[in-house]
């Protein structure tokens, strides 16, 4: 994907050395690339949007209807489940095993730098500058997942399904629902129901 300033800017780190704030570095064949703090801040958003899925409970969760594969077909779905099962996917395919070791101790399980050192056998040295690794790496990922990437949070939870004959490539359709009905005085609701009784038309 291409990766532009109006994107990179809102996500980069205002004193990061490499890129000044901006989110671009300039490569050796006149190309720029995104700065690993754009990648770590989109981990970092992943991450909370993550842990909040999983926080929360079973009766707060939102069912809501998506659009399937063929024409007029809908499913029902949670899109807080499915996120938590794409990004532990998606977190378990991209690192490696020593990678994923740290990431399910300190990231899944919760353990700090401590806890993580003695039982992984690594100095806290070692330790950050994988967990350094393993964000920007899964950052990027998360970014530039093909066809459906979990960043943006915004495009993951609200649009509807790419590719779709109902929600083509231009844009969802707008399906008009007419004006809201109309509130029936309870008086008239009475009479109108008299009208229609049984009883009534067998007067």
């Given at each position: 994907m291409e990766w532009t300033r109006t994107e990179t800017i809102a996500l980069s780190m205002?004193?990061?050395?490499?890129?000044?704030?901006?989110?671009?570095?300039?490569?050796?064949?006149?190309?720029?690339?995104p700065c690993q703090c754009v990648f770590r801040s989109?981990?970092?958003?992943?991450?909370?949007?993550?842990?909040?899925?999983?926080?929360?409970?079973?009766y707060l969760t939102h069912v809501t209807l998506e659009p399937s594969k063929g024409r007029h077909?809908?499913?029902?779905?949670?899109?807080?489940?499915?996120?938590?099962?794409?990004?532990?996917?998606?977190?378990?395919?991209?690192?490696?095993?020593e990678e994923y070791r740290v990431f399910r101790y300190h990231y899944l399980l919760g353990a700090d730098w401590k806890l993580c050192t003695v039982r992984l056998g690594m100095d806290r040295g070692n330790f950050f500058h994988m967990c350094y690794r393993?964000?920007?790496?899964?950052?990027?990922?998360?970014?530039?997942?093909?066809p459906y990437a979990l960043y943006p949070?915004?495009?993951?939870?609200?649009?509807?399904?790419?590719?779709?004959?109902?929600?083509?490539a231009g844009g969802a359709k707008v399906i008009p629902m007419g004006?809201?009905?109309?509130?029936?005085?309870?008086?008239?609701?009475?009479?109108?129901?008299?009208?229609?009784?049984p009883a009534k038309k067998a007067a």
């Open positions: 205002e004193g990061c050395t490499r890129c000044q704030g901006v989110g671009l570095r300039d490569l050796t064949d006149a190309r720029e690339s989109i981990f970092r958003a992943c991450y909370a949007r993550f842990r909040q899925c999983c926080d929360k409970e079973n077909r809908y499913a029902y779905g949670r899109k807080g489940e499915e996120y938590v099962v794409d990004f532990l996917n998606v977190s378990r395919h991209g690192l490696s095993d393993i964000e920007s790496r899964l950052g990027r990922i998360f970014r530039e997942l093909q949070l915004d495009e993951y939870f609200a649009s509807p399904m790419k590719g779709s004959r109902a929600f083509p004006p809201p009905p109309k509130v029936i005085n309870p008086d008239k609701l009475e009479r109108l129901l008299r009208k229609r009784s």
